[in-house]
């Protein structure tokens, strides 16, 4: 990562920029957002422990499976818990990702994200995020007799 990258001045600049490096296929824009020692779970509890590892990870993702996708930023929240600690909450949505096997079009993705942030002289930097999807009518998961994961509601 030795290009300059823009930096967050506030927390809520952290999922605008984190949207921006997404739409470019920036795997190191995206971990620039990171410090060193960042924590970061995807939504099937996929869990990287460094800036280096997410980048990575973001990096096989934009080859593989993002490479058309569309991220928009939708929503932001925060809510600080001192004056150099923050927890930034996101919607977003997420669309054109890869096909695979028979799902031909995959369906528009609903998620939230959670990024801890730090402030470290004048800038912020996300230690730790955790992106989830959102299943509409669905409260929890399970898997069924036949293994497969499901989304189900027991109000229902």
Not at 122 to 136: E, F, G, L, M
Request: include cysteine; charge should be neutral.
């Amino acid at each position: 990562m030795s290009k300059t990258y823009k930096k967050a001045s506030t927390p809520e600049q952290i999922p605008v920029l984190f949207t921006e490096a997404w739409m470019q296929r920036d795997a190191d824009m995206l971990a620039s957002l990171f410090a060193e020692d960042a924590e970061f779970v995807n939504v099937v509890g996929l869990w990287w422990h460094n800036r280096d590892d997410i980048r990575e990870a973001h990096a096989y993702g934009f080859d593989k499976i993002f490479g058309d996708s569309e991220l928009v930023l939708r929503k932001t929240t925060v809510k600080y818990l001192s004056d150099d600690i923050a927890v930034v909450y996101a919607r977003m949505h997420l669309k054109n990702q890869t096909q695979k096997g028979d799902v031909e079009t995959p369906s528009l993705r609903y998620t939230i994200f959670s990024f801890v942030v730090q402030k470290v002289d004048r800038y912020w930097k996300c230690v730790s995020a955790h992106n989830t999807d959102i299943i509409p009518g669905a409260e929890t998961n399970i898997i069924d007799k036949e293994g497969k994961f499901k989304s189900v509601n027991y109000r229902k």
